[in-house]
């Protein structure tokens, strides 16, 4: 997968992605990242690339016309959607990662300050994405965000990847994990996970699974398509009294 990202920061990048599965996913030509300041193709003396807002107001708004000659330029080698990171987008899902796992390319466009010129979504962005319900400076961190999850989805990208038991793949928070050693400080390790018997420990990871959903994300249970089993482990735990 090719990816380019459109930022004024292009540094910021430095960090996350030379460590670790990205790191490793880069050195293995498995993505191909490439950061471009979009302040390169300002026309301006200056290099600008914001300007008041019409109809007044706070702030500085990022103009059209350098990030569209940068998305243009881009296309000609990178055919993926372009999506431009921002507050007022469509909520970033695991779902849309898969999506967008599946592509060849992908253009990121970061915007900083007020916001960028409506034009831009018009005449360069596939979709507006957000990462959440709340503001952040500038569209690095929810790009750098995105990019982590798709490109570790990528084919070898992770050696032992089993995404069917991961939070969310199955539309619920993963169950509870554990390792060596048996016993710390007094907490044990369930006795179901010691035993070797798979059917059991599977069905007790499915209600963990339930049950952790259930407490912190009672949304993610809403439109879901339940089998009879998690129905039953269901009604089995809201009768001993689980919320
Ligand atoms: N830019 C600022 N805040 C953002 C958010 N929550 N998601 C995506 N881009 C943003």
């Known amino acids: 997968m090719r990816i380019d990202v459109l930022t004024?920061?292009?540094?910021?990048?430095s960090g996350p992605f030379e460590d670790s599965i990205i790191k490793r996913a880069v050195d293995k030509g498995i993505v191909d990242l490439n950061f471009v300041n979009f302040r390169d193709y300002s026309l301006d003396k200056h290099k600008k690339v914001?300007?008041?807002?019409?109809?007044?107001?706070?702030?500085m708004v990022l103009k059209v016309e350098p990030i569209y000659d940068a998305v243009e330029d881009l296309?000609?080698?990178?055919?993926?959607?372009?999506?431009?990171?921002?507050?007022?987008?469509?909520?970033?899902?695991?779902?849309?990662?898969?999506?967008l796992a599946q592509e060849a390319g992908l253009i990121f466009l970061c915007g900083h300050y007020e916001?960028?010129?409506?034009?831009?979504?018009?005449?360069?962005?596939d979709e507006e994405v957000s990462i959440g319900d709340y503001v952040l400076t500038g569209g690095e961190i929810p790009a750098m965000v995105i990019m982590d999850a798709v490109i570790r989805l990528l084919p070898g990208a992770i050696s032992d990847f089993s995404d069917v038991e991961e939070s969310f793949e199955n539309g619920l928070l993963e169950y509870p994990q554990y390792t060596r050693p048996r016993e710390f400080k007094g907490l044990v390790v369930p006795e179901v996970l010691?035993?070797?018997?798979h059917e059991k420990i599977r069905l007790w990871r499915l209600k963990e699974?339930?049950?952790k959903t259930l407490s912190v994300r009672k949304d993610l249970l809403q439109n879901r398509n339940y089998s009879e089993e998690e129905l039953r482990i269901l009604e089995e735990i809201l009768s001993e009294g689980g919320k």
């Open 8 to 13: 004024l920061f292009p540094e910021m990048f």
């Open 50 to 59: 914001d300007d008041y807002p019409f109809g007044g107001g706070a702030g």
């Open 75 to 99: 296309k000609k080698e990178n055919k993926g959607p372009v999506l431009l990171m921002s507050p007022k987008g469509k909520p970033f899902t695991q779902k849309m990662a898969r999506e």
């Open 115 to 125: 916001g960028v010129d409506e034009r831009v979504k018009e005449l360069a962005v």
């Open 194 to 197: 010691l035993n070797g018997d």
């Open 209 to 211: 699974s339930l049950k």
